[in-house]
């Protein structure tokens, strides 16, 4: 237990007492440990002092003009700079209302004057020692609670690493399901309507082949961010596939075409501000699910899929008709 314990000559104790003779003797004592001793004569020089240079005990008289040792210990204990430092009461008071006082009050320990010497030493060292056993108690849990933070930070970024689409930021298909399934369990608790848009980016590959992969992840990243603008942060947005996208849109609105024009715009907006060689274009599929029905949520993904495909085929068919060759590079919607 010894090992705990700071050596005598960096324990520093303050002595509270009015009578010189007591003083004396206490320093004596204390000093012939090797302790450094300071003393007060009064309350507020203890207090003063305490402020000033906090000890790592205090032996205080209780019986003192002006201030007594009980108030000297009150102010000590609701300061925050002297809150911790241990108290023994050292009294000629005898009577077990005063000790139950000094304990009431914060102190640690209560001698009787007149005190023996090592019965003064035996209960110093222990109040040292207890101390000393929860500074180390205090230190060993802030280093705990630290490490606690830093394990949940790493654990939420490896889990946020594998949610999420390493190009995009978007949720990933394993991120869009874990999200997507439990927002969707809410909507059918709560009898609200849901609604899945899939989206395709059209003429992904044809711009891989000619333009390159660089331009083709850029025209994902900026798909992405265009999304993100056009929906709401409560929607889940992913990316699922090379050039799929998903969101879940909960408590949506009967009507889903409120949200053709502000994408619409968007893309808009993004091919006159940009003077690239392709004009970003994208096909979309929506399912709307009143939910008394029975349905999962990759049935409406499903479904949205397939109304995506018509969407495209369809575009695909009037352009042909109209003898555009390069009609997945042109903005349709």
Known sequence: MANFLKSASETNILIVDDTPDNLRLLIKILESQGYIIRKSLNGRMALQAAYRHPPDLILLDIFMPDMDGFEVCQQLKASKITEQIPIIFISILDQINDKVQAFELGGQDYITKPFQELEVLMRVRNQLLIKQQ????????????????????????????????????LYNRRGFFLLGNQQFKIAQRTQMFCCVFFVDLDGLKQINDSLGHEIGDRMLVDTAQLLKRTFRESDIIARIGGDEFVILVSVCFRNTDEFYPRLQANIDRYNQDHNYSYQLSVSVGVTQCALNENISLEQLIEEADRLMYE????KRLIDGSKGNDNSEFKMTL
């Open 134 to 169: 929860y500074q180390q108690l205090a230190e060993q849990n802030q280093r705990l609670e630290h490490e606690v933070q830093e394990r949940l930070k790493a654990e939420s970024e490896v889990r946020q690493l594998s949610l999420t689409d390493d190009l995009t930021g």
């Open 311 to 314: 969407q495209k085929r369809a």
